[in-house]
């Protein structure tokens, strides 16, 4: 099994521009939809419920479907919570080169909701609400 690599948002932005990486942007829709990091590809961890978040039961389907097991792949969240824990699920099912992006789109928190890495959106780093979306996605996956 390939070990996880945790990389900060300047790293994840090197990758993606040096060496072919794209960014899975694993947030819930509305998140997605109200801004990413250029060029992000959108397919929820969770969904917004009605008692809160709720597991995506066709997340791994869905990479899967429209990512190969060997493509380069940055996983980013708001916060870094749900990509380390998404990009533990890809991992286990087989993809190899898997690096997650530590501090998310709005920075890493302590547990006293303190900054302690800034995000993608601090790091200065390109931000947009244009493609990727979950939809697109689900539709190129047959889903």
């Known amino acids: 099994m390939a070990k996880l690599t ?8 090197r990758l993606m521009a040096e060496e072919g990486y794209l960014y899975l942007d694993v947030r819930s829709e509305p998140e997605f939809g109200a801004g990413h990091p250029a060029g992000a590809l959108n397919v929820p961890l969770l969904h917004p419920g009605k008692w809160g978040m ?28 749900r990509s380390l824990n998404a990009a533990a699920k890809m991992i286990a099912a087989g993809f190899t080169a898997i690096v997650e992006q530590r501090a998310g789109t709005e920075g890493a928190r302590d547990p006293f ?17 244009e493609g990727g979306s979950y939809a697109e996605l689900r539709d190129k996956a047959g889903r």
Do not use: M, Y
């Open 113 to 129: 909701g303190q900054l302690v890495e800034p995000g993608w959106i601090d790091a200065g780093l390109p931000f947009t609400t």
């Open 54 to 81: 709720e597991p995506n039961a066709e997340f791994l389907a869905v990479v899967e479907a429209v990512l190969a097991k060997d493509a380069k792949i940055v996983v980013g969240c708001r916060t870094g919570h």
């Open 6 to 13: 945790r990389v900060s948002p300047a790293e994840a932005h």
